[in-house]
């Protein structure tokens, strides 16, 4: 990756520690630093399988949330806060597969605590960073991701959603962080991966929805939680 586009957000990292003559992987706490990490973890692309799969495989995925194939996305998980008691709601894939196409934002929604006080600020700074990456991989012509992750963190209770002060900018405290790279292939005749550009394109689009005025919340927390 080139240094214009590791700047702007991170990736996943691990590290491998020895011990004793043994390896051990110790992977990076994403959520370092934030009081009340809310996170939420999308697959991107409206294809998840690779390029290698067999028959069998692709027709697993495709049956596993057929949606996908016009949203683009997968809410494959997500920790929601509830403000009156300072808890949070763990909510995971099959939660996100019982979404239809049109339930699908409200998952969104439910993230960004439309249940309570939306955390309006978050979603842009989270599109502002959505946007960089978009932009890297309009760019970009060396791979393509299939079945990769985009995780949203971000501080769960914030006094200063109500400030108008563009400078005191919520983008200090979002994280975004591109992970699951067991399925990157290069590009083929150096042509841009349209798969994850429209699946993120389209998740920008939902985004973008909650911060209309016509928007009206649907609770779709009674679908599934853990």
Not at 117 to 130: D, G, H, S, V, Y
């Amino acid at each position: 990756f080139d240094a214009d586009f590791t700047i702007h957000f991170k990736i996943s990292m691990f590290f491998c520690i020895y011990i004793n003559l043994a390896v051990y992987i110790k992977m990076d706490d994403l959520a370092r630093g934030i009081r009340l990490p809310s996170v939420i973890d999308f697959k991107i692309g409206r294809i998840t399988y690779d390029p290698e799969a067999s028959v069998e495989k692709k027709n697993r995925q495709m049956k596993k949330y057929p949606p996908c194939e016009k949203i683009g996305f997968q809410l494959l998980g997500m920790r929601v806060f509830n403000a009156a008691d300072k808890s949070f709601a763990h909510y995971d894939k099959v939660f996100g597969r019982s979404l239809s196409e049109q339930d699908i934002v409200h998952g969104l929604a439910l993230y960004f605590q439309f249940h309570q006080r939306p955390r309006l600020r978050a979603i842009q700074a989270t599109i502002k960073r959505f946007e960089l990456i978009l932009d890297w991989f309009k760019r970009q012509r060396t791979y393509h991701f299939f079945s990769s992750s985009l995780i949203v963190v971000y501080e769960a209770e914030d006094d200063d959603e109500d400030d108008d002060d563009e400078s005191n900018d919520d983008l200090d405290r979002i994280r975004v962080i591109m992970a699951d790279f067991a399925h990157v292939f290069p590009a083929t005749d150096a042509q841009l991966d349209q798969n994850y550009i429209y699946g993120l394109e389209n998740l920008i689009v939902h985004l973008k929805q909650l911060l209309q005025p016509g928007y009206t919340f649907k609770d779709v927390r009674n679908y599934y939680a853990s």
